[in-house]
T-cell receptor, first 114, second 113 residues
Framework: DQQVKQNSPSLSVQEGRISILNCDYTNSMFDYFLWYKKYPAEGPTFLIS?????DKNEDGRFTVFLNKSAKHLSLHIVPSQPGDSAVYFC?????????????FGQGTTLQVKP | KAGVTQTPRYLIKTRGQQVTLSCSPISGHRSVSWYQQTPGQGLQFLFEYFSETQRNKGNFPGRFSGRQFSNSRSEMNVSTLELGDSALYLC????????????FGPGTRLTVT
């Protein structure tokens, strides 16, 4: 039972354009969502997060949108840069569980072409 | 502020042996979580410790165990290693999980032969 899904295994965009990575979840108890970037043989690097009381959060080139009714979130990267090429994971947590357990999606590999 | 550190970075063990991995969280963080990453299963939650208490445990066999010390440093142990335990083991620390960001260490790459 995969509670967090990233249906696109890969995405390729041109440098300077927008990258949109998508994530769907099934558990309505999830109330905190995070995006991570990961390079091979390294730990995930935290990018941006959003609480379920918000529908948008921005940090520089990164914006996360949350649509609770659709149980969908997306990460927008504008403008995309070659250094953004990596695997991106979305993750979710259930605050009522009072634990730090994160449920991760399977990841989307982003390639930004110069 | 120093990040999350994990030791060792690489480890090769033989089936049947046991292994202990260490994680030092960011200073001030009391929550430490452990994850296993494999190509087929992605990132899977192992367990989380907060103030020396295990708050949650994932669906892993009892061969996987952990503990946390009073300085928030954490160790995980895997006994009777199997080939399928070969993976990248990651720990993450947080100041206010579950509502705060979690920061990951570089991981320990375990290879079981």
């Amino acid at each position: 039972d995969q509670q967090v899904k990233q249906n696109s295994p890969s995405l390729s965009v041109q440098e300077g354009r927008i990258s949109i990575l998508n994530c769907d979840y099934t558990n309505s108890m999830f109330d905190y969502f995070l995006w991570y970037k990961k390079y091979p043989a390294e730990g995930p690097t935290f990018l941006i997060s959003i609480s379920s009381i918000k529908d948008k959060n921005e940090d520089g080139r990164f914006t996360v949108f949350l649509n609770k009714s659709a149980k969908h979130l997306s990460l927008h990267i504008v403008p995309s840069q070659p250094g953004d090429s990596a695997v991106y994971f979305c993750a979710a947590s259930d605050g009522s569980s009072n634990t730090g357990k994160l449920i991760f999606g399977q990841g989307t590999t982003l390639q930004v072409k110069p | 502020k120093a990040g999350v550190t994990q030791t060792p970075r690489y480890l090769i063990k033989t089936r049947g042996q046991q292994v202990t991995l260490s994680c030092s969280p960011i200073s001030g963080h009391r929550s430490v979580s452990w994850y296993q990453q494999t190509p087929g299963q992605g990132l899977q939650f192992l367990f989380e410790y907060f103030s020396e208490t295990q708050r949650n445990k994932g669906n892993f066999p009892g061969r996987f165990s952990g503990r946390q010390f009073s300085n928030s440093r954490s160790e995980m142990n895997v006994s009777t290693l199997e080939l399928g335990d070969s993976a990248l083991y990651l720990c993450a620390s947080s100041f206010k999980a579950p509502w705060g960001e979690q920061y990951f260490g570089p991981g320990t790459r375990l290879t079981v032969t």
